[in-house]
């Protein structure tokens, strides 16, 4: 079992950075994959970011390559999200999420078998 407490989130301005952190406890972390995905008002939830256990691959989507960055430190049990340059259509709630396969990196929703119960990042513009 893991389970998954992310936090950072707040109020910034366009251009600003945040950057969010996601506890996990459990035994396994060190050896799976985690996931950030986001999901805004009104829309589906959407893969942000993944790491393989080891920090050795990154995985971004597009809308955020080059601005965001995901990194992690197994001996804290932590994943993170380094936003910068954040924009208005970046405002949404953001999961951290640990994959049912845990050594592979995977991109889609409904391949997490764990789920964050988010924190909430607005951007102002």
């Known amino acids: 079992q893991v389970q998954l407490v992310e936090s950072g989130g707040g109020l910034v301005q366009a251009g600003g950075s945040l950057r969010l952190s996601c506890a996990a406890s459990?035994?396994?972390?060190?050896?799976?994959?985690m996931d950030w995905f986001r999901q805004a008002p009104g829309k589906e939830r959407e893969f942000v970011a993944a790491?393989?256990?080891?920090?050795?691959?990154?995985v971004y989507a597009d809308s955020v390559k080059g601005r965001f960055t995901i990194s992690r430190d197994n001996a804290k049990n932590t994943v993170y999200l380094q936003m910068n340059s954040l924009k208005p259509e970046d405002t949404a709630v953001y999961y951290c999420?640990?994959?049912?396969?845990?050594?592979?990196?995977?991109?889609?929703?409904?391949?997490?078998?764990?789920w964050g119960k988010g924190t909430l990042v607005t951007v102002s513009s």
């Open positions: 459990g035994r396994t972390f060190g050896v799976r994959a």
């Open positions: 999420a640990a994959p049912k396969a845990p050594l592979v990196i995977v991109t889609i929703t409904n391949g997490m078998a764990y």
């Open positions: 790491i393989r256990w080891d920090g050795s691959s990154t």
